[in-house]
């Protein structure tokens, strides 16, 4: 192959070629950088004296399977512009780095198919250049993400290591992006989303969040003008636990009998949907014979079932409606569990019919939640806090669909 055809595979078209070796699989290459490249890195002034050279190594795309290692004799000037001593800035090498640009493009069309170890393994380099490389590319795409036109957002936090290690995001609704990844959960960690969120100018319409009173007090404060729908997911687990709850009361407090029996074992038969129940199993049956026995718990189920139509009303003022008459009921129940919900539905009423206004819901935070999961299980975990966060805000370009 000629010299220049080999040089411009590479992507080193220009430099001068001084020697060529293969040795133990691995082709070394020695070169000079072209007279095009010696001038000031500072301010870039060609009127420059020579002061000796330097030789620098880096790694270049394989040629065939073998690895590809070049040395550079790379220029030191001084320049009479500016005074300075440096080393020239070497054409189509990563500054301050041990590899060539055509290098680093090469591993993140490969990091597209392959983990970081087999992309490390192919290229001959170590895992830490190749997370390095692919740091960089996420950094400078995805490090600041552009917010001035965000109207839609939903707000959570995820688990992400065991001690209660939490990441509190932000996503855009309307492209399922991740647009901020804050350390820890609650108020505090939402200050600099809040401050850049300001700067932006950005017309916030509707924020989507749990009941959690930490979120309801920093969207009241940071977005007045926002409607605040409270998620209708996370309600729906609430009245679940309250139920769960329930139930695990009337066990321990039913004497030994066909009450206690029929108790034992129904928590998921509770939970489920009544489409889900599966009758192979005899779970209506037994579903059935739980709520006939315990007139407290079957109120209960009735009223969790019936929670679910708060959402399928015909506009908001009839869910209003629906609303005040369930809690009524709730309350009226006398049962602990439920007056509890009916004080938490009515301290929450117009979050939650503000769905009629801005239909929005955390669920895409949901399926990101399942994504970065599997991110880690994929990367065995993320010692690199940064580098996590950076892989969070690239993740919805994966396969998979992150809203519909």
């Known amino acids: 192959m000629p010299t220049d055809l080999l040089y411009t595979a590479i992507g080193m078209k220009d430099y001068v070629p001084l020697a060529m070796s293969d040795r133990s699989g691995v082709i070394s290459l020695a070169m000079q950088a072209p007279e095009s490249a010696v ?11 020579r002061r000796g050279t330097v030789d620098r190594k880096v790694h270049a795309p394989p040629i065939g399977l073998r690895t590809t290692l070049i040395s550079i004799q790379t220029p030191r000037v001084q320049c009479n512009a500016c005074g300075s001593v440096r080393t020239i800035e070497l054409p189509k090498v990563v500054p301050l780095k041990n590899h060539t640009k055509s290098f680093a493009r090469l591993a993140l069309d490969l990091r597209k198919v392959m983990t970081i170890a087999d992309v490390a393994a192919y290229l001959g380099v170590s895992e830490t250049m190749v997370r390095g490389i692919d740091k960089t590319y996420l950094h400078r795409k995805f490090g600041k993400p552009k917010i001035g036109h965000l109207k839609y957002l939903a707000i959570d936090e995820i688990s992400v290591q065991k ?9 855009d609704l309307v492209s399922g992006a991740a647009v901020f990844v804050g350390e820890g959960k609650g108020a505090n960690s939402l200050k600099t989303f809040w401050k850049r969120l300001r700067s932006s100018r950005a017309k916030i319409k509707a924020v989507a969040t749990d009941m959690s009173s930490a979120y309801y007090k920093a969207v009241q404060e940071n977005l007045p003008n926002a409607s605040h729908v409270f998620d209708r997911f ?23 009998g066909p009450e206690k029996l029929a108790l034992k074992g129904t928590r998921w038969l509770l939970l489920k949907n009544p489409q889900n129940l ?10 059935e014979d739980a709520l006939q ?16 139509q708060i959402w399928e009303q015909s506009g908001k003022r009839a869910a209003g409606k629906f609303l005040t008459d369930w809690y009524a009921r709730a309350t009226a129940s006398g049962i602990r569990q439920l007056k509890t919900m009916s004080k938490t539905l009515k301290e929450h009423r117009e979050g939650i019919l503000a769905w009629y206004d801005h239909p929005i819901t955390t669920g895409p935070l949901e399926g990101l939640n399942n994504k970065i999961k599997t991110l880690k299980r994929q990367a065995y975990g993320f010692r690199d806090l940064v580098y996590f966060k950076l892989k969070i805000y690239a993740i919805h370009l994966s396969k998979f669909e992150l809203i519909g």
């Open 234 to 256: 996370h309600l729906v687990k609430l009245m679940n636990d309250k139920l769960a709850d329930l139930r695990r009361e009337l066990h321990r407090e039913a004497e030994d």
């Open 163 to 171: 001690g209660h290690k939490y990441l509190t995001i932000v996503v």
């Open 39 to 49: 001038k000031c890195p500072g301010c870039k002034s060609s009127d420059v004296i």
């Open 278 to 287: 599966n009758t192979d199993r005899n779970e209506n049956q037994r579903l």
């Open 293 to 308: 026995l315990n007139q407290s718990l079957s109120v209960g189920y009735y009223l969790k079932e019936d929670l679910r």
